[in-house]
């Protein structure tokens, strides 16, 4: 069966540096790749996928992601980061045999001023 | 603009006492799943629609179960709420159920347990 794995539950960093938040992820066939960002009190908003193709996949709000496949890893990074991007996380991993989604514990991204 | 609409935002019930979640969409889309998330964890797939085709998940209390009367509306009802039931019920939809289709969230309901 398939997991994901985030290493990091917090991670703090100062207004308009970079930043990286790791995923890792187990499965023994193809899988696909999401990024979700939950902002306080809302629901999951999907950042970014990887399906197949170039391995570099951006998303929205200026984020992007790149899967490493012999790493098992989807990695998500932002150059300059901004108070908003204050929020949870959530890693996910899916795979040609099952339907659903398997979600990642999620990092919180605090932003320091 | 289509979207996933969960009602009530915010939900207090008592102990024991029955109560239910709904869900509506403007997606047309054919899937529809519940989620359970608690504070500072990964959301947690109790149920899903395949159109009316329905798939529990082996772990899911039988305290919880779900009714999808027509393609736009999916309920979650809990018979009997208990302390442990607090948190965060998520609805989300996909327009199939194939791996590669991401999924749309409505904004959820939190559920208190008095």
């Known amino acids: 069966a398939q997991s994901v794995t985030q290493l990091d539950s917090q991670v703090p960093v100062f207004e308009e540096a970079p930043v990286e938040l790791r995923c890792n992820y187990s499965?023994?066939?193809?899988?696909?790749l999401f990024w979700y960002v939950q902002y306080p009190n809302q629901g999951l908003q999907l950042l970014l996928k990887?399906?197949?193709?170039?391995?570099l996949v951006k998303g929205i709000n200026g984020f992007e992601a790149e899967f490493n496949k012999s790493q098992t890893s989807f990695h998500l990074r932002k150059p300059s980061v901004h108070i908003s991007d204050t929020a949870e996380y959530f890693c996910?991993?899916?795979?040609?045999?099952?339907?659903?989604?398997?979600f990642g514990k999620g990092t919180r991204l605090h932003i320091l001023p | 603009d289509a979207m996933v609409i969960q009602n009530p935002r915010y939900q207090v019930t008592q102990f024991g006492k029955p109560v239910t979640l709904s869900c509506s969409q403007t997606?047309?889309?054919?899937?529809m799943y519940w989620y359970q998330q608690k504070s500072s964890q990964a959301p947690k797939l109790l149920f899903h629609?395949?159109?009316?085709?329905?798939?529990n998940e082996a772990d899911t209390p039988d305290n919880f179960q779900s009714r999808r009367p027509n393609t736009s509306f999916c309920f979650l009802d809990i018979r009997s709420p208990g302390l442990g039931d607090a948190a965060m019920y998520l609805c989300?939809?996909?327009?199939?159920?194939?791996?590669?289709?991401?999924?749309?969230f409505g904004d959820g309901t939190r559920l208190s347990i008095l």
């Open positions: 989300a939809t996909s327009r199939a159920a194939q791996s590669n289709q991401p999924q749309h």
């Open positions: 499965s023994s066939v193809s899988v696909y």
């Open positions: 990887y399906l197949s193709g170039s391995t």
């Open positions: 996910a991993v899916s795979d040609l045999r099952d339907d659903k989604i398997i």
């Open positions: 997606l047309n889309h054919n899937v």
């Open positions: 629609y395949y159109d009316k085709d329905f798939n």
